[in-house]
């Protein structure tokens, strides 16, 4: 039995670029590349915030639009 996995490792999609926005209305996470932003409540953990974004497709692969 020669059952050859082909070493074809894909990559996952680029992860969201987030950072951290403190602003008075609370603080909210942010992805740099498609502005996805999610409210960071005080006292939620960040993985958990972090694990929605997951479930968005960041739009960063796509070429940017100049709209200058
Ligand atoms: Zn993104």
Known sequence: MDHV???NN???PPPHRIAI????????LQC?????T???PDGAQYVTV???FESH??????????SV
Do not use: K, N, W, Y
């Open 5 to 7: 996995m082909s070493a």
């Open 57 to 66: 497709l960041c739009s960063s692969a796509r070429s940017i639009t100049s």
């Open 10 to 12: 894909s990559p996952p």
């Open 21 to 28: 926005i403190m602003s008075p209305e609370g603080r909210f």
């Open 50 to 52: 972090v694990l929605q």
């Open 38 to 40: 999610l409210s960071f």
């Open 32 to 36: 740099r590349d498609c502005h996805l």
